[in-house]
């Protein structure tokens, strides 16, 4: 079955640097967009960044742009989130999903902590 593991979050000082990643399995990896989404506490879950099957990326997030940086790696079924200048507004639970024509899957999601 799909799986998500999400891992590499953790506590970080502002303007820290933090590196995600997401294990992905159960399903043809690299015929699917990834993406990573986020919750903090109190507030929607929002989308952060989308990476296509063949590695481009699509930051929607206006408030990570120039921060954070999405992408993939089809070999080793993994997506990474590198998270830099990091923010006290940028705490929260990252999750890894995908949307595939069977449906959708989230990862268990990891907390990243920005605090001083």
């Known amino acids: 079955q799909v799986q998500l593991v999400e891992s590499g979050g953790g506590l970080v000082q502002p303007g820290g640097s933090l590196r995600l990643s997401c294990a992905a399995s159960?399903?043809?990896?690299?015929?699917?967009?990834m993406s990573w989404y986020r919750q903090a506490p109190g507030k929607r879950r929002e989308l952060v960044a989308t990476?296509?099957?063949?590695?481009?990326?699509?930051n929607v997030l206006d408030s990570v742009k120039g921060r954070f940086t999405i992408s993939r790696d089809n070999a080793k079924n993994l997506v990474y989130l590198q998270m830099s200048s990091l923010k006290f507004e940028d705490t929260a639970v990252y999750y890894c999903?995908?949307?595939?024509?069977?449906?959708?899957?989230w990862g268990q999601g990891t907390q990243v902590t920005v605090s001083s």
């Open positions: 990476v296509t099957s063949i590695g481009g990326s699509i």
């Open positions: 159960g399903f043809p990896f690299s015929n699917y967009a």
């Open positions: 999903y995908v949307w595939r024509e069977h449906g959708e899957y």
